[in-house]
Structures are given as structure tokens and as C-alpha cells.
T-cell receptor, first 111, second 115 residues
């Protein structure tokens, strides 16, 4: 089955700096890659996603890039703010719609 | 996105008892899933709740321990049976509108503590 690895497990950045979280996957059949943000005590919330026919997608300060050949995808957050502090999870899914989640990255934005 | 609710939001239970968690969606969805998230950990899929048929369980999860119902396209239940302290966790349902590769939206979760 699919194996998703996520790095780093923790990340601290100064407010205003950029943050990058990377994930790799093993199954070339995976074709959908969502990113979720989970604040303490809250549900995971979708922040951005990308499908395998697209190399990059942006939504304001958030962007995701996908390299199908290398089987890795990354989340980029620019101009970080304290409210970006949370745990971020990547996932990979195939046509069966089964999501395989990464282990999570705890992001802390220092004011 | 769909509005998803779960009941109860939290519970404290005694060892050996069972708890049924409900997941309600405000619109019809094709797929409903149940996940477990242990403190500080990632999300682990327990099973896919199939409407009108038996749930599909992931490796390590069995129907006797986690029976699931899906009577219609907006509702599902997960029962945690014969609980032990190791079952203490957050249980989340998620939904996807279609049966193809589709975004999953999560319910607010049920925080279960077993004493």
C-alpha cells in the first residue's frame, strides 16, 4: 500500500518568514494530494489540494508543488503569521479515495 | 463543504462498556469514513462506511470491536465495543461527496477516555 513520509516533524519560524513542509509518497497510482491544518482541539481542515495533472497551485500565502517523477509534494507558506501555528498533515489518495496521511508537522510561528 | 456533526463530543467511559458515536451530514454524500487519532499522532483510517452494505475495515480493525452502521446517505455510527484504556482516543468521521478521488471533510471529533 501507499506510504507517505512527512518532514520535518516540528518547525519553528519567525513571523514573516516562509515555512516549507515536504512529503514523499510511494505509490505512483496516487493522484490527489490534500493538505490539512489542525489547530489544537479542532478538526483537520483542508487548506489546499493538488491533483496529479497539475504541478503547482497557489491560494494567497499558501502554495503546493508536486513532482510526480520524484513522488514528492510540498506545502509553502509565505509571510507566516502567529495564526498559522498548528499541525499540518499531508495525504495521498488514489482512485479508491483512501487517504494515506503523513505523520504531521507541528509549525510554530514566533511573533 | 458539508456541515458535519458528531455526537457525543466527548465521553468518559468505564472499561468493558461500549460507546456509539454518531456522525450526521447536512447533505447526501457517497463516502463516509471513520478515523482514529491518538494524542499527538496522525489520522488512522478504521473503516469506510458503505451505505446499504457492510463496512470495509482496514488492517488491524475488526467488525466485532468497531461495528459500523450506514443506514442512509447522511448518517453513520461507529461503536467502540468492550472498551479498554487503549481505546482512549479521538474518533473522527469524514465525508466525501463522490466515490471518485475527492476531498474529505472532517467532523469535529469525539474525544473518548476509557478508565
Amino acid at each position: 500500500g501507499e506510504n507517505v513520509e512527512q518532514h520535518p516533524s516540528t518547525l519553528s519560524v519567525q513571523e514573516g518568514d516562509s515555512a516549507v513542509i515536504k512529503c514523499t509518497y510511494s505509490d505512483s497510482a496516487s493522484n490527489y494530494f490534500p493538505w490539512y491544518k489542525q489547530e489544537l482541539g479542532k478538526r483537520p481542515q483542508l487548506i489546499i489540494d493538488i491533483r496529479s495533472n497539475v504541478g503547482e497551485k497557489k491560494d494567497q500565502r499558501i502554495a503546493v508543488t508536486l513532482n510526480k517523477t520524484a513522488k514528492h509534494f510540498s506545502l509553502h507558506i509565505t509571510e507566516t503569521q502567529p495564526e498559522d501555528s498548528a499541525v499540518y498533515f499531508c495525504a495521498a489518495a488514489d482512485t479508491g479515495n483512501q487517504f494515506y496521511f503523513g505523520t504531521g508537522t507541528s509549525l510554530t510561528v514566533i511573533p | 463543504s458539508a456541515v458535519i456533526s458528531q455526537k457525543p463530543s466527548r465521553d468518559i467511559c468505564q472499561r468493558g462498556t461500549s460507546l456509539t458515536i454518531q456522525c450526521q451530514v447536512d447533505s447526501q454524500v457517497t463516502m463516509m469514513f471513520w478515523y482514529r487519532q491518538q494524542p499527538g499522532q496522525s489520522l488512522t483510517l478504521i473503516a469506510t462506511a458503505n451505505q446499504g452494505s457492510e463496512a470495509t475495515y482496514e488492517s488491524g480493525f475488526v467488525i466485532d470491536k468497531f461495528p459500523i452502521s450506514r443506514p442512509n446517505l447522511t448518517f453513520s455510527t461507529l461503536t467502540v465495543s468492550n472498551m479498554s484504556p487503549e481505546d482512549s482516543s479521538i474518533y473522527l468521521c469524514s465525508v466525501a461527496r463522490t466515490g471518485l478521488t475527492d476531498t474529505q471533510y472532517f467532523g469535529p471529533g469525539t474525544r473518548l477516555t476509557v478508565l
